[in-house]
């Protein structure tokens, strides 16, 4: 039985890890866990671009968690990373966000119910599965939250995420026909789930996303 994340994984930064560091012990360890989740999208996912997604949401809810504090650092980042494995045309809609940890556990993943569940309830609309806990909410604010930072960097004349400022996330948040398939709504509720003003969460995002520029080929 293989565990993705060790109980320790919160003490690494996931950009530590995904960089390779083994200078201490317990970080190979981790490397290798989170090497084989990353193996399991590669396996499924076709899209380069749905991968940078989840490593992107993946760093946003660690930096959520460090804010929030509620839970397991490992498990937000699990589900942050893991949330859209199973977003490929054969999983219907109403399954997506479900359906993932059938396939990582019928590939010898342990996954956490907390987990499972963040996963099932950010895709609420189609699963019905509602968003409870904080990691639940981050998860399902976080998940537009990444998309729009992406589509503000790209409209910068350098591209790139260094570029971009908390003001003008808000900006083309505010402007509901620049990337009109963001879902505001579910960002927005950072407010009112996570007690985090909307500029406090985009910074927080923005920032974590910056920190892994490199591997978000931005
Ligand atoms: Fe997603």
Same mark, same amino acid.
């Given at each position: 039985?293989i565990?993705?994340?060790? @109980? @320790?994984?919160?003490e690494v930064e996931?950009?530590?890890f $995904?960089r390779?560091? /083994?200078s201490?012990a !317990?970080?190979t360890e981790?490397?290798?866990?989170r090497q084989?989740?990353l193996? $399991?999208l590669?396996?499924?996912l #076709? #899209?380069e671009n749905i991968?940078?997604h989840?490593?992107?949401? &993946? ?7 460090d804010?929030i ?7 937000w980042i699990?589900?942050?990373l ?7 045309a054969a999983?219907?809609? &109403?399954? #997506?966000? !479900? @359906? ?11 996954v ?10 950010? *895709?609420?609309e *189609?699963?019905? +599965?509602?968003? #409870?806990? @904080?990691m ?7 998940d537009?939250? /990444?998309g729009?930072?992406v ?5 910068r004349?350098?591209?790139?995420l260094?570029?971009?400022e +908390?003001?003008?996330v ?5 402007n ?6 963001t879902r505001?709504e579910?960002i927005? $509720?950072c407010q ?6 909307l500029?406090?969460f985009v910074?927080?995002?923005l920032?974590?996303?910056q920190? !892994?520029?490199?591997d978000l080929?931005l």
């Amino acid at each position: 039985m293989i565990v993705p994340y060790h @109980k @320790k994984a919160g003490e690494v930064e996931p950009l530590d890890f $995904f960089r390779g560091s /083994t200078s201490r012990a !317990i970080e190979t360890e981790v490397l290798m866990d989170r090497q084989k989740a990353l193996d $399991f999208l590669k396996k499924h996912l #076709q #899209q380069e671009n749905i991968i940078k997604h989840l490593l992107a949401t &993946e760093a946003v809810m660690g930096a959520l968690f460090d804010r929030i504090k509620e839970g397991e650092r490992e498990d937000w980042i699990m589900a942050g990373l893991l949330h859209d494995g199973d977003y490929v045309a054969a999983v219907p809609h &109403e399954l #997506q966000g !479900i @359906k993932v940890s059938e396939m990582l556990e019928a590939e010898g993943f342990t996954v956490p119910e907390s987990v499972r569940y963040a996963m099932a309830a950010h *895709n609420a609309e *189609n699963t019905h +599965v509602e968003p #409870q806990s @904080k990691m639940d909410w981050a998860l399902f604010c976080a998940d537009s939250l /990444t998309g729009l930072i992406v589509a503000t960097a790209l409209v910068r004349p350098d591209k790139k995420l260094a570029s971009v400022e +908390v003001g003008s996330v808000m900006k083309k948040f505010k402007n509901p026909s620049f990337a009109a398939g963001t879902r505001r709504e579910d960002i927005a $509720f950072c407010q009112e789930k996570l007690d985090i003003p909307l500029d406090e969460f985009v910074s927080i995002a923005l920032t974590a996303m910056q920190k !892994i520029a490199v591997d978000l080929g931005l």
